[in-house]
């Protein structure tokens, strides 16, 4: 995705709503100058692309997210690591790139995805594993 369908698509997104062309023109010219052709041209794009549906309001359109921007970033992530000749390296090197908030999201999610009967064949779990000794847990 582009910047400017970014920066559409953001608005959609964040308004969580139908909206139309005209709505999103005025948000974007707030912080810069664009033409409603424009606009319109880039919706049209993110709706052949399907990352919008729309729906004929008299002569316009209303334009709604298909999926939700967690959904797009987990597409973007899962299609550079798909692309990798060595994707336990590449989720390394990621992992090496995240805070310590955005690696206790990922446990967090693990454990999610896992559910309860995952978790309890593993067993009991440490409170925050891997913070103390080096990886025999010494």
């Known amino acids: 995705m582009g910047e400017l369908e970014d920066a559409v698509m953001t608005r959609v ?3 969580n ?3 139309t062309v ?3 023109l005025e948000d ?8 409603y052709t424009t606009v319109m041209t880039v ?3 993110l709706h052949q692309k399907g990352w919008v549906r729309r729906e004929a309001e008299g002569r316009a359109y209303r334009y709604e997210a298909v999926s939700t921007r967690a959904a797009y970033a987990a597409a973007l992530m899962n299609d550079a690591w798909s692309q990798s000749d060595n994707p336990a390296a590449a989720l390394v090197a990621f992992f090496g790139m ?16 896992q559910g309860p009967e995952t ?3 593993q067993g009991p779990q440490e409170e925050n594993p891997g913070s103390a000794g080096d990886a025999d847990g010494r």
Request: net charge positive.
């Open 98 to 113: 995240m805070s310590d908030e955005q690696r206790q999201a990922l446990r967090d999610a693990v454990r999610i995805v």
């Open 119 to 121: 978790r309890e064949a």
């Open 17 to 19: 709503r139908p909206v």
């Open 28 to 35: 974007l010219q707030q912080e810069r100058s664009i033409a």
């Open 13 to 15: 997104w964040k308004w």
């Open 22 to 24: 005209r709505e999103v």
């Open 43 to 45: 919706l049209d794009n």
